[in-house]
């Protein structure tokens, strides 16, 4: 076949003397693209239709079978190249904005564990305690209050928690904050002191009220803790977030897109990913942004944009070390919580909610948490091993690293409500296919 350049995903080229080995490869990933257009199709004629999406995957060395293989719909990688990934690609129909695995998509929630390696880095360094009371870096903390209820004049009762907030509970949502949505005396006192449900602008705008609504570790809510950590980072650096994360972790990996401020460049903004909206048996594309830019505070429980290879390359920083000590990541993948509740009985929950809290996990795996995400506690057949990481983003944004197996995955998207049934099927479906490959190799 002679030589030919091909463009790796830094878009450096090169010229690549052994193109013939990626027939085996080529044929493996063309089979996964004809299993996604044939779920799309039956998709489409079940009056069910996706959005846009991209899908993407790699392992330690970014090599699944010991060959050259296609990285995005243009790009291939050399096996001897390390640090080439193994799959990348987007399916969809926006033709104005053709930008493939360029495409830039608000993280949401996929941002929680980003936020989560800038702590543990500082927790690295001495600078951030895990256990210690978070009050001596976050005195919003200081003598935390646990709303019980209200009286007959609709005032709130509180008693004091006995136990401090440590920064392990923010990063295991079990620290008794919680999201108003939630938790019902949340949702109660929102209503009756009509505070902003999504004030934007800063921390303190966005989560006004500290107080918890059980004692610090007695179980597990979901909860705004990583933009309370992501603070405590900016607190001991004397750095903003974005700026920490861009010195210590995207330069660290050669992430060139990933930003709290989509709006400071032209090239993110041409970018973007619609917004789309499940609407009855179609889909209908939202005008207004799912999320205000503009932001004073950079967000990290949920305020970043990027593309898959952006997350894949810091999803590859884990798995070799690049970004956190081994010691350090071996941690984060083990449970945390002493009580499982809130996490024991995922049928308490409605579909798109279990859908977004454990992915593809079916529900008759233990999980528990770690530090950055769900864990199951048995390896799920055909897919991930024990002491995977998994979790998820408002618009239909998964992720999951399996660090026994040295392989991550994510499917990102811009499509509401939150854990929409099609997108887990077909994330299913590609992890299956990404163990498949691995069980090859």
Known sequence: MGQQSVEFIDGTEQNNPVLHKLRISLATMASFDKRVQSLRQRFEQDSQPLSKFTLGATNRDGVLQQHPFVISVFALAN??????FHYANTFGDEV????????????ASATKFITTIAVMQCVEKGQLDLNGDIAK???EFKDPQILTGFDEKNEAIFKPSTKPVTLRHLLTHSSGIAYVFMDPLLTRYQELHKTPTFANRTIAEKFPHQFLVFEPGERWVYSPGLDWAGLAV????SMKLGEYMQRYIFDVVSVKDATFHPELREDLQARKARNWEREGQSLREQTKPVYAENTLDDFGGGGLFATVNDLLKIYQGVLTAKLLRPETTKEMFQPHLENNRGLDKPGEYSSPSRN?????VPDDVPVNFGIGGLINTAAVPKRRGVNSLTWSGHANCYWWIDLNNGVAGVYLSQLLPTGDEKAIKLLTEFEEFVYSSLDKS
Do not use: C, F, H, Q
């Open 79 to 84: 096996s001897t190249r390390p640090g080439s």
């Open 96 to 107: 104005d904005k053709p930008y493939g695995t360029n495409s830039v998509y608000w993280l």
């Open 137 to 139: 870096v976050l005195p």
């Open 234 to 237: 900016e607190r001991v650096t």
């Open 356 to 360: 977004a809290i454990w992915n593809t």
